[in-house]
């Protein structure tokens, strides 16, 4: 199934590590974040899996409930997780899917089959409170996923909705921020009194409204 940004997360119904669940259920009020990962017992996806634990109070603080899929069976699921645990020095405390008969990854179309007829590629999905897909990011098996630039995306998607602003290249949280193209300066600097800087006409930057600054 072809999916795009905007478009309604499909639902489903899938055995995890933590029971039965359903997608949209699991979520509920939530963000979420989908990733599918190649294999258990895989060095790359250890450590994966293990840093989506340790940043757990991170993914609270932003309303962002994890979940992994790999096509493995539960059972594998439970053994690895305790490895993850103690190699990491965390606890997984999100659900791994087991996605045998490939429902996720179909739906969610991650296996590649030129990269691997079998296993999962890295997927990302974020998925925003209305259910809509908001950021779509693949990766190769041999590449271990950046979840700085995650949980910067996810700051940059949160902030964005909130108010008339986009991020530019590299931005990091309580760095400045770009106006919306569709305000005009003059209103931009009632809705930005923290101050408008215009570089040209097309690119003014104004302190992340936000944060104390
Ligand atoms: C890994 O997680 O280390 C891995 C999994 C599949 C292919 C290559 C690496």
Not at 129 to 151: C, D, V, W
Request: glycine residues 4%; proline residues 6%.
């Amino acid at each position: 199934m072809t999916l795009n940004l905007g478009d309604e997360a499909p639902n489903f119904q899938a055995n995890t590590s933590h029971g039965l669940i359903n997608f949209y259920n699991f979520l509920g009020d939530s963000w979420g974040l989908l990733l599918s990962y190649p294999a258990d017992y895989t060095p790359v996806c250890t450590t994966e899996l293990g840093r989506t634990a340790q940043l757990s109070d991170e993914f609270k603080k932003r309303n962002v409930k994890a979940i992994a899929v790999s096509v493995d069976g539960i059972e594998d699921h439970y053994q690895w997780v305790k490895d993850i645990n103690e190699v990491k020095e965390t606890e997984v405390d999100f659900p791994l899917i087991a996605d045998h008969d490939r429902l996720v990854s179909t739906l969610y179309d991650m296996i590649h089959p030129n990269a691997s007829g079998t296993q999962t590629v890295r997927s990302v999905f974020i998925i925003d409170p209305q259910k809509k897909i908001r950021l779509m990011l693949t990766y190769p098996a041999s590449t271990g996923r950046n979840f700085h630039e995650i949980l910067r995306v996810i700051d940059s998607l949160q902030l964005t909705d909130k108010y008339r602003v986009a991020t530019p290249a590299d931005w990091n949280p309580d760095e400045d921020v770009i106006i919306s193209n569709t305000i005009k300066t003059e209103d931009a600097v009632e809705q930005f009194p923290k101050g408008v800087y215009e570089i040209k006409p097309y690119l003014r930057y104004t302190p992340q409204p936000d944060i104390e600054k």
